[in-house]
């Protein structure tokens, strides 16, 4: 049998090429598909290990209020039963947020909206904590003077609802730290691709050590007053997500004299802004 001297490629180089994309993506979804089962492997054992000292708690008081010696004594356990109660469900409030922003189950639904209004959504939501310190909440809108027409409130595609509730989680952890009296300074500044926010306390302050650790999911700090407090350290993680999720950002750094500033940046959409929408007031409580 004679063999030709030319020898035909069984496959061409087209199809060859072909494989090797297929094999390429191939791989980058098994990855994927991995990271992901590890992932949620992770956040189970999180969430178990988050829910372990409020179930335990709440069960030590139901046992100690059983065995009370007195109607007395049995309503001070039974007290402390419903603030362990109160806690564990702010605790499965928060996880469940988690858990559906990292499982995309939460999509957020971008508008145009007054950044006026989702500040105001925020600081409404702690406008009662903060009156009980006595603590004061001062909004400084630069973006009105630069556009020079204080009737005009900048407008940003971005989820209100979910937006106002990352801005409270920052503005809550503010007034939790400061001092009874003191004032929280949120400030905003339109610069050329985005708008940047500050907010700034007077509190107890963040170790630089501890500056990217913070916005991880249930990191607390060290500080003795974090550790006494009420907290899961949940918040600022949900805010970084929320945030991100929409093109932003988040940092934290210290404050001149005594807290911290947290930096918030979001993209500018140049052409949206709304003349309807009341400008940013300053809230005192």
């Not at 994927?32 to 590890?38: G, K, Q, T, Y």
């Not at 940003?156 to 952890?173: G, M, P, Q, V, Y």
């Not at 400030?187 to 107890?204: C, F, N, P, Q």
């Not at 970084?240 to 940046?265: D, H, T």
Request: charged fraction near 20%.
């Amino acid at each position: 049998m004679e063999h030709s001297g030319d020898m035909t490629p069984i496959f061409n180089q087209s199809f060859t090429d072909t494989l090797v994309k297929l094999g390429h993506k191939l791989m980058l979804k098994t990855q994927a598909l991995s990271a992901e089962h590890d992932n949620t492997k992770t956040l189970v054992t999180d969430i178990s290990h988050q829910l372990k000292t409020p179930v335990s708690a709440l069960k030590n008081c139901l046992t100690l209020s059983m065995e009370a010696d007195s109607a007395t004594e049995r309503d001070t356990f039974l007290q402390r039963c419903s603030l362990q109660l109160s806690k564990l469900e702010s605790l499965l409030e928060a996880l469940i947020h988690i858990s559906r922003l990292e499982t995309s189950m939460i999509t957020l639904h971008r508008e145009q909206t007054a950044l006026s209004d989702i500040l105001i959504d925020a600081v409404n939501t702690i406008y009662v904590k903060a009156m009980q310190k006595d603590i004061s909440v001062e909004v400084i809108d630069s973006c009105e003077e630069s556009s020079g027409n204080p009737d005009t409130s900048l407008s940003l595609s971005l989820d209100r609802k979910w937006t106002a509730e990352a801005l409270a989680n920052i503005l809550d952890n503010a007034v939790k730290y400061s001092p009874l009296g003191s004032t929280v300074t949120v400030r905003l500044h339109k610069l050329y691709s985005y708008v940047r926010i500050e907010i700034e306390d007077a509190g107890i302050g963040i170790p630089k050590e501890d500056y990217n650790k913070i916005f991880q999911r249930f990191y607390r700090g060290f500080h003795p007053t974090v550790q006494q407090s009420e907290g899961s350290g949940v918040g600022l993680y949900l805010s970084r997500k929320i945030l991100e999720e929409q093109g932003g950002s988040i940092m934290v750094k210290p404050a001149f004299r005594q807290g911290s500033i947290f930096v918030i940046q979001l993209p500018l959409d140049y052409a949206a802004h709304t003349s309807d929408a009341a400008a940013a007031p300053t809230y005192s409580s």
